[in-house]
């Protein structure tokens, strides 16, 4: 079981929005602005889509958007694209000595 | 553009030690960045093994600890990962990771492609 929750799969048609949550404790999540998100393609290695709770990395499409409201952290993507069909995980800071925890992942299916 | 790199052999035998490298090109080993190592079993998710900064300084998750060891190759601008006491459950991708900042206050901005290791007899 992960640190992290995050539901195991998400669905969306092209050109709607979907949100992603990532729930942890306030020894994570809820504690600090230190979330991130990674999208994952088949087959390749993950990539940063999200810093520092909602900060995008240059070059990372404005459709990919971050927040937080407690011990839940939360990634939108809005106007669905077949691209962005992949595994999505989160991560957060830890006051506990594992340092970084991440979510189990979530697969987005574009329909 | 920095680029990581993983190498290592790709079967390790029960009770064995893996040993990976990541060579790293496009930054400095030595620059102010902190290097991880991350793993994710196959169809699995992901999970932090640790990190090294080029003094040497680390900081290792606590559920691996006792078989971790990572080390800094500044001349070949390297970072290696030594795993022992390996089983069936150490199988998975390795990848390499640079940090901008210790112990997961900061994102993992650039991955390696990733290294599948098995673990077999």
């Known amino acids: 079981q992960s640190p992290l929750t995050q539901p195991a799969s998400v669905s969306g048609s092209p050109g709607q929005s979907i949100t992603i949550s990532c729930t942890g404790t306030?020894?994570?999540?809820?504690?600090?602005?230190?979330v991130s998100w990674y999208q994952q393609l088949p087959g390749k290695a993950p990539e940063l889509i999200i810093f520092?709770?909602?900060n995008r990395p240059s070059g990372v499409s404005d459709r990919f958007s971050g927040s937080k409201s407690g011990n839940t952290a939360s990634l939108t993507i809005s106007g669905l694209l077949a691209e962005d069909e992949a595994n999505y995980y989160c991560?957060?800071?830890?006051?506990?000595?594992?340092?970084?925890?991440f979510g189990g992942g979530t697969k987005l299916t574009v329909l | 553009q920095v680029h990581l790199q993983e190498s290592g052999p790709g079967l390790v035998k029960p009770s064995g030690t893996l040993s990976l490298t990541c060579t790293v090109s496009?930054?400095?080993?030595?620059?102010?960045?902190?290097w991880s190592w991350v793993r994710q079993p196959p169809g699995k998710g992901l999970e932090w093994i640790g990190e090294?900064?080029?003094?040497?300084?680390?900081n290792y998750n606590p559920s691996l600890k006792s078989r971790v060891m990572m080390s800094v190759d500044k001349s070949g601008n390297q970072f290696s990962l030594k795993l022992s006491s390996m089983t069936a459950a150490d199988t998975a991708v390795y990848y390499c990771?640079?940090?901008?900042?210790?112990?997961?206050?900061?994102?993992?901005?650039?991955w390696g492609q990733g290294a599948l290791v098995t673990v077999s007899s």
């Open positions: 990771a640079r940090s901008d900042c210790a112990a997961g206050r900061c994102a993992l901005a650039y």
């Open positions: 496009g930054d400095s080993i030595s620059s102010n960045k902190w």
């Open positions: 090294i900064f080029h003094s040497g300084s680390t």
């Open positions: 306030i020894s994570d999540v809820g504690g600090y602005r230190y």
């Open positions: 520092d709770v909602g």
């Open positions: 991560s957060s800071y830890t006051t506990t000595n594992t340092h970084v925890v």
